[in-house]
């Protein structure tokens, strides 16, 4: 690797390269006009499910699952590749410019909710459900969402981005957060091996923040990196992540603003609950990032 030395002042004068140049940029704010679309349901979702995406639909569909019909929500698919997370209308909903998005229209004036744990608490508290009540079980269950929040993007925008997305691979941080990525596994793994769920033997946000990451890490889903890092080492981890994955609302969320892989996986909008059973494949949407 060739040595770098950097400028006292950085600037912006050329691509950074990599699967993601073209919508990277060091200045927030919108870069065009473009109105946001509303259905008739409570909650209005802007996203695309990416692992952070998965995390919210994940959450809406177990809390139809559970009964609670307030939270039928329309799910709206945000071409990041194609930059609609910088239109004016996402931009009122998130100022950071990044999936997922909600808007909370059962309130007034209607509230928005951005970051996908903010999300997944707000939802939580609105409707007493998915995060304990019992005080030592409450904070752990946060706990372990505030270490998702905080770890993912080492995982993620650190070895997931080197080892898949950099336009040329590099030892260094490659080795880097390849360490950072196992010792994190190994923080659950040696959770799990005496807990069912993330805040115990009770299912909650925590376990719906964590399992898009590092359950779809150890199944080969993201990054092309299951031998890499060795999974097989993280038993309880695999354990819980194939627990997870048979919830019939989990199936479902992650379907949910998917426009890659197989077309039976793929449901690009959801405005109902019979979409899972009527959907057809749009064939004007191409695949927007890997998974």
Known sequence: MSEYTPPKVWTWDKASGGKFANINRPIAGSTHDKERPVGEHPFQLYSLATPNGVKVTVMLEELLHAGHTGAEYDAWLINIQAGDQFSSGFVEVNPNSKIPALMDHSVKPPQRVFESGS????????????????PAKRTEAISWLM????????LGGGFGHFYAYAPSKMEYPIDRFAMETKRQLDVLNRYLAENEFMAGDEYSIADMAIWPWYG?????????????LAVHEYE?????????????????GRMVNRAWGEASSQLHERHAASDFETKTADKSVK?????
């Open 287 to 291: 695949q927007v990032v890997g998974d």
């Open 119 to 134: 999300i997944l608490l707000y939802l939580a508290e609105k409707f007493g459900a998915f995060l304990p009540t019992e």
């Open 236 to 252: 309880h981890v695999l354990r819980w992540t194939n627990q997870i994955a048979k919830r019939p609302a989990v199936k479902r």
């Open 147 to 154: 270490w998702q929040m905080g770890s993912a993007p080492y």
């Open 216 to 228: 779809a890490v150890v199944k080969g889903l993201v990054y092309d990196a299951a031998e890499f």
